[in-house]
């Protein structure tokens, strides 16, 4: 069961004495959030630690505690998401399991607490108060523009998928049992304290949510308080627990987790069907047939040793291939990511400005929303994000899938589906020019003819993936 309450002082002596954990102190007050680009946004989200400091020391390997005292950083974190939010939002339509989970941990289990349809905030208030249980709210981002915006440059900073979940626990209560969870995990807190204990993995980097009994954890390696402004990090499989302490009225926090099955064992499994197929085009050892009956055999020892010759020879083509065909990874990201957060500011979304012609300067817009891909089935395709809330044109493959061997610039809206522009092939050079450059004329885009050059770039404008400068 979680201590009840209100030592903070023993709590910090123990800190200082057992816990081998970072705690910065800031010495100055840590600016705001940072929406310049996804590199600064990260960076103010772990100031005053260092980017190179924090993945050098602490990413995958042990969690890092900032403890702020800023009122300034307290009330942004606070804007993020209250308690007092959740009347209105329960007035819009939210429903238990869809939107909200209702639980507590009693006896080191969890107990879910849900009714059936749709959330009645009255109910909500009283299972609150009156059953101390927690409201965990789903994909706050929804509803909160800021966490969108968070979100959507972190996905864009670490290339890989971004959730969250706000967690509002009542005092003396706790509402998860100690488990490990396969993300690498941020909190912030937004309102009032949480006390945390964290405890050494039994798996390292683990693939899957587990709940560890008390019992078998041990002593916590790290506790401590978390107040408003705070941050936390640990990385996946670090085994945790954290509940509200008695004299705090509640305590709300957000999580947001990233790198979930994006190991080098998830890429490997998905980079390598397509690597065999380009490979075994060109080598007949890969053509030849198994053994008789290799598939009837429960021991396959004496085709192991002709097994592992031919992943040399994967091994061999690969070191000399640039590119990976596309993979469900990479394609997964593209489809769920979160598109980027314009606000009010939908002039981006409607073509615009001067038409582009041979001689213009030109700029891709969205850039950290553009992928290029080359999919199995030996089709090219640039991808790009663009705000749900829209319908796009373009030309439409089956399901986004572009056909006869053409470049595509996809990007995806409702009901997230990918649609894109098709070019030949021999677009290709031209569109990864205009990713991979701030700007480019038109005239230098590297295609056989003017009027091609010209073509691609009214076909970008067109759907305002490129601006003319």
């Not at 994909?139 to 959730?163: H, T």
């Not at 582009?356 to 992928?371: G, N, T």
């Given at each position: 069961m979680p201590k009840k309450g209100g030592k903070h002082a023993e709590m910090?002596?123990?800190?200082?004495?057992?816990c081998k954990r970072a705690k910065v102190e800031a010495a100055c007050s840590p600016s705001i959030m940072s929406f310049e680009s996804p590199d600064s946004l990260f960076g103010s989200l772990i100031s005053p630690i260092k980017q190179e400091v924090f993945f050098r020391e602490y990413w995958e390997q042990k969690p890092l505690l900032v403890q702020r005292n800023d009122p300034l950083l307290a009330a942004y974190y606070q804007s993020l998401f209250q308690l007092s939010d959740l009347k209105e939002l329960c007035s819009q339509g939210l429903y238990y399991g869809r939107d909200i989970n209702i639980c507590r941990c009693v006896n080191g289990k969890k107990k879910v607490l849900n009714?059936?349809?749709?959330?009645?905030?009255?109910?909500?208030?009283?299972?609150?108060?009156?059953k101390k249980a927690t409201i965990q709210f789903h994909q706050p981002q929804r509803f909160k523009e800021e966490l969108w915006k968070i979100q959507e440059k972190l996905e864009c900073y670490f290339g890989s998928l971004v959730g969250s979940n706000v967690y509002i626990t009542p005092q003396g209560s706790q509402g998860l049992p100690p488990h490990y969870d396969d993300v690498e995990v941020f909190i912030l807190q937004l309102e009032g304290e949480k006390h945390w204990r964290l405890y050494k993995p039994t798996v390292h980097l683990a693939r899957e949510y587990n709940v560890e009994s008390e019992d078998k954890i041990g002593n916590p390696t790290h506790e401590f308080i978390l107040k408003p402004g705070d941050l936390l990090y640990f990385p996946r499989g670090t085994i945790h627990q954290a509940d509200t302490p008695l004299g705090i009225s509640y305590s709300t926090h957000v999580t947001i987790s990233t790198y979930q099955n994006n190991s080098w064992g998830d890429f490997i499994l998905d980079a390598l069907p397509g690597l065999v197929f380009d490979t075994a085009k060109e080598d007949v050892a890969l053509r030849a047939s198994i053994p008789r009956q290799?598939?009837?055999q429960v021991d396959i020892g004496d085709s192991t040793e002709k097994l592992s010759s031919l992943l040399r020879r994967l091994a061999d083509r690969l070191e000399n291939t640039r590119e990976l065909r596309s993979s469900d990874m990479?394609?997964?990201?593209?489809?769920?990511?979160?598109?980027?957060?314009?606000g009010c500011d939908s002039d981006a979304l409607t073509p615009g400005g001067k038409l582009p012609k041979i001689d213009s300067k030109i700029r891709l817009q969205f850039r950290d929303h553009a992928v290029i891909t080359v999919e199995p089935d030996q089709e090219n395709s640039v991808s790009i994000?663009?705000?749900?809330s829209y319908t796009w044109g373009g030309s439409v493959g089956d399901k986004g899938r572009c056909t006869d061997r053409k470049v595509c610039f996809n990007f995806v809206s409702l009901p997230q589906q990918a649609h894109g522009l098709r070019f030949p092939l021999s677009y290709l050079?031209?569109?990864?020019?205009?990713?991979s450059s701030s700007t480019v004329y038109v005239k230098d885009l590297k295609l056989a003819s003017d009027a091609e050059k010209v073509n691609l770039a009214l076909s970008l404008w067109t759907e305002c993936l490129i601006e003319v400068i």
């Amino acid at each position: 069961m979680p201590k009840k309450g209100g030592k903070h002082a023993e709590m910090g002596k123990e800190m200082q004495t057992q816990c081998k954990r970072a705690k910065v102190e800031a010495a100055c007050s840590p600016s705001i959030m940072s929406f310049e680009s996804p590199d600064s946004l990260f960076g103010s989200l772990i100031s005053p630690i260092k980017q190179e400091v924090f993945f050098r020391e602490y990413w995958e390997q042990k969690p890092l505690l900032v403890q702020r005292n800023d009122p300034l950083l307290a009330a942004y974190y606070q804007s993020l998401f209250q308690l007092s939010d959740l009347k209105e939002l329960c007035s819009q339509g939210l429903y238990y399991g869809r939107d909200i989970n209702i639980c507590r941990c009693v006896n080191g289990k969890k107990k879910v607490l849900n009714k059936e349809g749709k959330v009645n905030y009255m109910q909500l208030k009283k299972d609150f108060d009156q059953k101390k249980a927690t409201i965990q709210f789903h994909q706050p981002q929804r509803f909160k523009e800021e966490l969108w915006k968070i979100q959507e440059k972190l996905e864009c900073y670490f290339g890989s998928l971004v959730g969250s979940n706000v967690y509002i626990t009542p005092q003396g209560s706790q509402g998860l049992p100690p488990h490990y969870d396969d993300v690498e995990v941020f909190i912030l807190q937004l309102e009032g304290e949480k006390h945390w204990r964290l405890y050494k993995p039994t798996v390292h980097l683990a693939r899957e949510y587990n709940v560890e009994s008390e019992d078998k954890i041990g002593n916590p390696t790290h506790e401590f308080i978390l107040k408003p402004g705070d941050l936390l990090y640990f990385p996946r499989g670090t085994i945790h627990q954290a509940d509200t302490p008695l004299g705090i009225s509640y305590s709300t926090h957000v999580t947001i987790s990233t790198y979930q099955n994006n190991s080098w064992g998830d890429f490997i499994l998905d980079a390598l069907p397509g690597l065999v197929f380009d490979t075994a085009k060109e080598d007949v050892a890969l053509r030849a047939s198994i053994p008789r009956q290799l598939l009837m055999q429960v021991d396959i020892g004496d085709s192991t040793e002709k097994l592992s010759s031919l992943l040399r020879r994967l091994a061999d083509r690969l070191e000399n291939t640039r590119e990976l065909r596309s993979s469900d990874m990479k394609k997964d990201f593209i489809m769920n990511r979160l598109p980027p957060c314009l606000g009010c500011d939908s002039d981006a979304l409607t073509p615009g400005g001067k038409l582009p012609k041979i001689d213009s300067k030109i700029r891709l817009q969205f850039r950290d929303h553009a992928v290029i891909t080359v999919e199995p089935d030996q089709e090219n395709s640039v991808s790009i994000m663009k705000p749900l809330s829209y319908t796009w044109g373009g030309s439409v493959g089956d399901k986004g899938r572009c056909t006869d061997r053409k470049v595509c610039f996809n990007f995806v809206s409702l009901p997230q589906q990918a649609h894109g522009l098709r070019f030949p092939l021999s677009y290709l050079d031209a569109l990864k020019q205009i990713w991979s450059s701030s700007t480019v004329y038109v005239k230098d885009l590297k295609l056989a003819s003017d009027a091609e050059k010209v073509n691609l770039a009214l076909s970008l404008w067109t759907e305002c993936l490129i601006e003319v400068i």
